[in-house]
């Protein structure tokens, strides 16, 4: 099964930038899509981003400019960069994975990490 790990969460000040990681530790082939899916409180889960084993990207339409989702050459570890956070960004980070299908963050996700928390200040 392995694991995803996340870390880099943390409070900002609206406008400012955060580097999510996530520690990579899955089985992966060919179809392995993986991202990155929020939660604020209250809310239901979004997704953000995703990328999948050839390097292409998807990003949800409302954060589409403000984030970059990437993974290392080793693809040991999977990132996102956030920039002119908003508070409304605020919420638990998650990394997940899945295996087969179309790799877009909207897509249902199978293996999930703990979470990191993003808190934006105004």
């Known amino acids: 099964q392995g694991q995803l790990v996340e870390s880099g969460g943390g409070s900002v000040q609206a406008g400012g930038s955060l580097r999510l990681s996530c520690a990579v530790s899955?089985?992966?082939?060919?179809?392995?899509?993986l991202a990155w899916i929020r939660q604020a409180p209250g809310k239901a889960r979004e997704g953000v981003a995703a990328?999948?084993?050839?390097?292409?990207?998807s990003y949800a339409n409302r954060l589409k400019g403000r984030t970059i989702i990437s993974q290392d050459s080793g693809r040991n570890a999977l990132y996102l960069e956030m920039n002119s956070l908003k508070t409304e960004d605020t919420a638990m980070y998650y990394c997940?994975?899945?295996?087969?299908?179309?790799?877009?963050?909207?897509?249902?996700?199978?293996?999930w990490g703990q979470g990191t928390q993003v808190t934006v200040s105004p």
């Open positions: 997940a994975a899945k295996h087969g299908g179309y790799c877009d963050p909207t897509r249902t996700f199978t293996q």
């Open positions: 899955i089985d992966r082939d060919w179809s392995t899509c």
């Open positions: 990328i999948d084993s050839d390097g292409r990207t």
